[in-house]
């Protein structure tokens, strides 16, 4: 039985999981739509306005309207909202949606820490500036309150890694001392909002990334579903923490359609793997076995140490030939 028969919405991480700069990666939209249950993108990325992800996803072939999409920009405005009045001044780094959805919101977006915004709201802007970082400062200096939509250290593109929305408010942190409030994952605010919308009881959270998607997902107590097409790899999943564990593994979301059982941790694929030490080691296999099968049988062994493997070590050239794409 297909793991979406025990489910009733997908809640779906966008960069790494669905696309990569934009680009589709290859099978997600396919099984997406081919998806008996509804979905909701739920992206960190505060750059764009739920409307034009929506058109963007349109253009990739998903059928998604503005409803279907949560950004992390909504979230840090709602954040923001429990210690704001409407018409109070803010002061807002990010780009230009975010700015209007904050006015949208009944609050006054200055230009200036002259101003005296109550509240410096930040997210990523790639046009992002010395002097824009500086004002963000100097409010929050001065008494504002300082929340940001993500603390994503990293985006992924399809040329690599780019610099996120956590590297840049790195910046101000080291200049003011001050730690903001994050809005986004990993924190389950985003989850909840989503599920509500679909009136979801039983929703799977899909995502790339284990220190934003997953360990959300797993705050807000739902299966999470962790994909191999973004920031997290084999040696990661290896080594994560409790709270940043997914409940079913595949490599990518062409993978919904298998049953629980098969995307679980566990031995597959003809594939042993037991303890030696402080390595772990992986056995046997056959021609037909696969990476993904291999990383689930070490992935049962793996989290039930109190620490993370020294080595995998492959034992059988089944093994090898599985583990050759690891690192």
Known sequence: MSLLATHDALLLDLDGTVWEGGRAIPGAVEAINAS???????????????????????????????????????????LAARSLEPGDAIYVIGTSSFKE?????????????????????????????????????????????????????????????????????????????????????????????????????????????????????NAAGMPTFQVLTGVSGHIALVEAVKEQRPTYVADSLHELNLSAAELSPGAQGGFTARVDGDDILLERGTAGSTSIQALRTVLEVAWALPKPPALIRPMSDDAYRAVADWW
């Open 101 to 217: 959805l904050a006015t949208r919101a009944g609050y006054v977006v200055v230009d200036s820490a002259d101003d005296k915004p109550k509240a410096v709201l930040q997210g990523l802007d790639p046009e992002v500036t010395w002097a824009q970082l500086s004002e963000a400062a100097l409010a929050i200096r001065g008494g504002a309150s300082y929340f940001t939509s993500n603390l994503d250290t990293t985006l992924p593109t399809e040329r690599g890694l780019m610099v996120g929305n956590g590297s840049m408010v790195a910046a101000v942190v080291s200049a003011t001392g001050v730690t903001p409030t994050s809005a986004g994952k990993p924190l389950p605010a985003m989850m909840h909002t989503a599920a509500r919308r679909l009136g979801a009881q039983r929703p799977l959270v899909v995502g790339d990334r284990l220190d934003t998607d997953i360990e959300g997902g």
């Open 36 to 78: 008996p249950v509804p979905g909701v993108y739920i992206t960190n990325n505060a750059m764009r306005a739920p409307s034009d992800v929506a058109e963007k996803l349109r253009g990739i072939g998903l059928n998604a309207v503005e409803e279907d999409v949560v950004t992390s920009a909504q979230a840090a405005i709602e």
